[in-house]
């Protein structure tokens, strides 16, 4: 499977980055051969949208599942799932090499809901419960 993995540095050694939006990089490998590629988020320096810059750039990556450790917000899952893409929750993180191997090993589950992560409202850049009375 052709998968993009969120990255805080552009190799398989790096840590996976929790943000989906604004990952500085994504690890694009094939879990099969762990042949990999990585590739800069145009969307991770949009000044909106991020989202949805790095959806469109994936779609256009030919990419058939991303893992993120963190939450995957309404923007970024409506165009995810719109474009086919499927999309797995990771939120221990880890080691993108790693992520891989338990993506193809199928010990990731499937996000089915916009944030059903279970880490509170990490897109956000909030704490849990932030904002809330």
């Given at each position: 499977?052709?998968?993009?993995?969120?990255?805080?540095?552009?190799?398989?050694?790096?840590?996976?980055?929790?943000?989906?939006?604004?990952?500085?990089?994504?690890?694009?490998?094939?879990?099969?051969?762990?042949?990999?590629?990585?590739?800069?988020?145009?969307?991770?320096?949009?000044?909106?949208?991020?989202?949805?810059?790095?959806?469109?750039?994936?779609?256009?990556?030919?990419?058939?599942?991303?893992?993120?450790?963190?939450?995957?917000?309404?923007?970024?899952?409506?165009?995810?799932?719109?474009?086919?893409?499927?999309?797995?929750?990771?939120?221990?993180?880890?080691?993108?090499?790693?992520?891989?191997?338990?993506?193809?090993?199928?010990?990731?589950?499937?996000?089915?809901?916009?944030?059903?992560?279970?880490?509170?409202?990490?897109?956000?850049?909030?704490?849990?419960g932030a904002g809330r009375?």
């Amino acid at each position: 499977m052709k998968a993009a993995i969120t990255a805080a540095a552009p190799n398989v050694d790096a840590q996976q980055e929790p943000r989906f939006g604004r990952a500085p990089y994504f690890v694009v490998l094939d879990t099969k051969t762990m042949e990999w590629t990585a590739v800069e988020n145009p969307g991770a320096s949009a000044r909106g949208g991020a989202a949805i810059y790095a959806a469109q750039f994936l779609v256009e990556q030919g990419v058939e599942a991303v893992v993120c450790a963190g939450n995957y917000g309404p923007n970024a899952y409506d165009s995810l799932k719109t474009a086919g893409i499927k999309m797995y929750a990771n939120p221990s993180g880890g080691v993108i090499r790693e992520v891989g191997k338990m993506l193809e090993a199928g010990k990731l589950s499937e996000a089915t809901i916009p944030g059903d992560e279970g880490i509170g409202d990490a897109h956000y850049g909030r704490h849990r419960g932030a904002g809330r009375r």
